[in-house]
């Protein structure tokens, strides 16, 4: 079954709220992918600078889409009753997001700073890429289910189950950079470990909002097929 996404006069389609959520989505796969160049061995600081202006950048432009999205849902045809999930699900895209911007920044002030003069640090920013990679692909993931919502039901909940087995393997990550750095601790300053801390609990959060929002579009929006 097809969602009905049509419009009605001057109101706005559902397909049109979930494309730009998706669009949204998608400013998060690439502010991902640019966090994970930022971490990279080798990089030059004047690329570090670079790098992190564009996921300021894409940081911006999901601000805007998502007062869009938020203007756009009283003129939709989505059902009041479920404007509310709409809004909780348009929160968690937007954090996504917002967290993609602080490591991308925190990443930043810690080359600019010298943080990575330390070769611990360095490698523990190779765990973090890896780390960031497996975020880019969950949010790809986001992006495909909220696409094919009321379209495809089996895909639907495959993908539900593939951001779920991300958000385990991050958590696992985590766990691991984190042990790294306490075992580290004599050879790591507490303002180096502090920041390895954020930056994997940062990507943590995102993966962890993926899975919030997957499960938020199976329960909620997958009943506006009915």
Do not use: W
């Not at 300021?56 to 999901?62: D, I, M, N, Q, S």
């Not at 869009?68 to 059902?79: A, N, Q, R, V």
């Not at 611990?120 to 975020?135: F, G």
């Not at 539900?160 to 300053?189: A, G, P, Q, T």
């Amino acid at each position: 079954m097809v969602l009905p996404f049509r419009r009605r006069g001057s109101r706005i389609a559902e397909r049109d709220i979930f494309a730009k959520l998706a669009t949204h989505i998608e400013l998060s796969a690439k502010a991902a992918t640019i966090v994970s160049n930022e971490l990279r061995s080798g990089i030059s600081r004047h690329e570090v600078e670079s790098l992190a202006a564009e996921v300021a950048a894409l940081e911006k432009r999901g601000d805007e889409l998502a007062a869009e999205i938020t203007k756009d849902l009283g003129k939709s045809t989505i059902p009041l009753t479920m404007h509310g999930e709409i809004e909780r699900l348009l929160d968690l895209v937007d954090d996504i997001l917002d967290d993609l911007y602080f490591i991308s920044q925190e990443v930043a002030r810690g080359r600019r700073n010298g943080l990575d003069a330390n070769p611990i640090v360095e490698k523990l920013y190779q765990d973090l890429a890896a780390m960031s990679s497996v975020a880019r692909v969950a949010i790809e993931r986001l992006r495909e289910l909220i696409m094919i919502v009321g379209k495809d039901f089996r895909r639907a909940r495959e993908l539900n189950v593939e951001i779920d087995f991300y958000e385990d393997r991050i958590d696992e990550m985590r766990n691991e950079v984190l042990n790294k750095v306490y075992s580290s601790r004599h050879d790591l300053d507490p303002l180096a470990m502090y920041h390895i801390i954020e930056i994997a609990r940062a990507i943590d959060r995102v993966v962890d909002t993926c899975k919030d929002a997957s499960h938020i579009i199976l329960s909620a929006l997958s009943s506006m097929v009915s």
